[in-house]
Structures are given as C-alpha cells and as structure tokens.
T-cell receptor, first 114, second 113 residues
Framework: EAGVTQFPSHSVIEKGQTVTLRCDPI?????LYWYRRVMGKEIKFLLH????????ESGMPNNRFLAERTGGTYSTLKVQPAELEDSGVYFC????????????FGSGTRLTVV | DAKTTQPPSMDCAEGRAANLPCNHS???????VYWYRQIHSQGPQYIIH???NNETNEMASLIITEDRKSSTLILPHATLRDTAVYYC??????????????FGGGTRVLVKP
C-alpha cells in the first residue's frame, strides 16, 4: 500500500509569489488533514477534509491559504501571496476513519520563503 | 483536548528499554492517550494508543496509571533508529468530535550506542 505522498518535497519561493502544495492520501481514505510546523514552533493543525468537504478549517492562519480537495482524492494547499512567516514544513495526513488507529502522515513539504 | 506534559529530552542506551513519561492530569473519561513520534525529516508516525488498559503492539507498550493522570511509553529494546521526538497526545475519540491532533513540544529522545 502506497503511503501519503506529498509534492514537492522542497520549495523555495520569493515573498509575494504563489506556491501550491499537493497531497495524495492513501487510496480509500476519506479523511485528509493538513498540518504545519513553522520555525521553532510546534506542529499545528490547519484543516480537515472528509471526502471533498471541509470538516474543520479552524487552523487556517488567514485568507492567503486556500485548500481544496476536488473529487475527494488528492488535495492542494495554495499560499498566495507567500510571506516570510509561512516558511516551515507542511504535513499532510490521511485516515480511513477518524484516526482511531492513527493517522498516516506524509514526509512533508519544506517551504522556504525568501 | 487535555494538555500533556513531557520532559523536553532524554537519552537512553542502545538495546536498553526507554521509558517515556507523560502527565495528563486533566484528562477526561472519554479521552484516549495517543503516542506519535517524528524521526528527523519525516512526518509524524503513529505508535500506539489506549484508554485505560495497558496496550502493547510491535513497536511499543503503553502503561496508563489507574487514575489515568499519567502514562508511560516503553520502547523495549531501543535502537539508534528510535532517535526521534515523541509526542503524547490526548484526544476524544468519536466521529462527532473534532479529529485534529494537538501536538505539544514532545520529548526529544536520543539513543546512544
């Protein structure tokens, strides 16, 4: 079984540019989550999809962040325009249920805004 | 979700058992204890979870005190590959509840040869 795949693994962009991160969950997992760790801080929840619907987006920092999951398969997280404080590692996770037996995380996308 | 307290770091010897404590004195009756770890440059990895009984799987054992105010994750024979940050998380577990995980600072475990 393929795990959670994130692309790209690294991205370096200039302040003001747009970046789109992609997450492919484990096939059949209806639940998809985005988390991030910014420099020196703890891992923080961003949002949760159930299929294509946003179940909880309480962790999204501001309206520069837009997450989508069209068709309930892969998800994208777009940052537009990127700011310096957006630098960090963005993790995606998926689960078949509510994560009763844990979520499976991807390896993350390291975003650097310069 | 209840807050947890973990030591910021600990060392252990390769081949020996590693005992990682976690305090969760405000845990509610319907909250489970979960353990995850993050090995450098990887995403967090689920290890084990429990409610009140002790649990064991191929990775680790989880010992929860009778009052449920604390727990210990045991790695029975630590290897160098177990070097990671270990997170103790408590959360409600039902479909109606918010499913997000609240990560704290975790315990940075260094396994030494």
């Amino acid at each position: 079984e393929a795990g959670v795949t994130q692309f790209p693994s690294h991205s370096v962009i200039e302040k003001g540019q747009t970046v789109t991160l992609r997450c492919d969950p484990i096939s059949g997992h209806d639940n998809l989550y985005w988390y991030r760790r910014v420099m020196g801080k703890e891992i923080k929840f961003l949002l949760h999809f159930v299929k294509e619907s946003k179940q909880d987006e309480s962790g999204m920092p501001n309206n520069r962040f837009l997450a989508e999951r069209t068709g309930g398969t892969y998800s994208t997280l777009k940052v537009q325009p990127a700011e310096l404080e957006d630098s960090g590692v963005y993790f995606c996770a998926s689960s078949q249920d509510g994560g009763i037996y844990g979520y499976t995380f991807g390896s993350g996308t390291r975003l650097t805004v310069v | 979700d209840a807050k947890t307290t973990q030591p910021p770091s600990m060392d252990c010897a390769e081949g020996r058992a590693a005992n990682l404590p976690c305090n969760h004195s405000t845990i509610s009756g319907n909250e489970y204890v979960y353990w995850y770890r993050q090995i450098h440059s990887q995403g967090p990895q689920y290890i084990i979870h429990g409610l009140k009984n002790n649990e064991t799987n191929e990775m680790a054992s989880l010992i929860i005190t009778e009052d449920r105010k604390s727990s210990t994750l045991i790695l029975p024979h630590a290897t160098l590959r177990d070097t990671a940050v270990y997170y103790c998380i408590v959360r409600v577990l039902n479909k109606a509840a918010v499913n997000k995980l609240t990560f704290g600072g975790g315990t940075r475990v260094l396994v030494k040869p």
